[in-house]
């Protein structure tokens, strides 16, 4: 990867890093606004408690985003960027294009969600 290349994805993994962060912000401010009313009424709770759980993944992924993305940063800090963890060969430019935060290439993705599919069919085979 040329350094041109790497710093056209730092500045949008800078970009997406500012965005979650807003983000993570907004969540987080719902969020306590929502406890406030659900401390008042506790009536409708099926809903309110849908809407507070929902909200609630929602922290969840963006922190987990926030985190691939300072890993992301990380890695290029360290001259890792772009390879793949597991077979140590170069990502392509087109998925780090998509995926920015991409870990592994696309054959060693392929071949773990193959693996997970397999271990979630043989899961539902045995129960
Ligand atoms: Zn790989």
Not at 1 to 25: A, G, I, P, V
Not at 52 to 78: P, S, Y
Not at 93 to 114: D, G, K, M, V
Request: hydrophobic fraction near 30%; proline fraction near 1%.
């Amino acid at each position: 990867m040329t350094e041109k290349q790497l710093q056209h994805f730092r500045q949008t993994l800078e970009k997406q890093l500012k965005e979650s962060m807003l983000m993570f912000d907004l969540i987080g401010r719902s969020i306590n606004r929502r406890k406030g009313v659900l401390q008042e009424e506790a009536k409708d709770k099926a809903t309110r408690s849908d809407d507070f759980k929902l909200l609630l993944q929602q922290a969840d992924q963006e922190r987990k985003r926030v985190g691939e993305i300072h890993q992301a940063l990380n890695r290029m800090t360290c001259g890792r960027y772009g390879i793949c963890v597991a077979c140590k060969r170069q990502i392509s430019l087109s998925r780090l294009e998509i995926f920015p935060t991409a870990r592994f290439c696309l054959e060693c993705t392929q071949l773990l969600e193959q693996e997970e599919k397999n271990r979630e069919w043989t899961r539902a085979s045995t129960t």
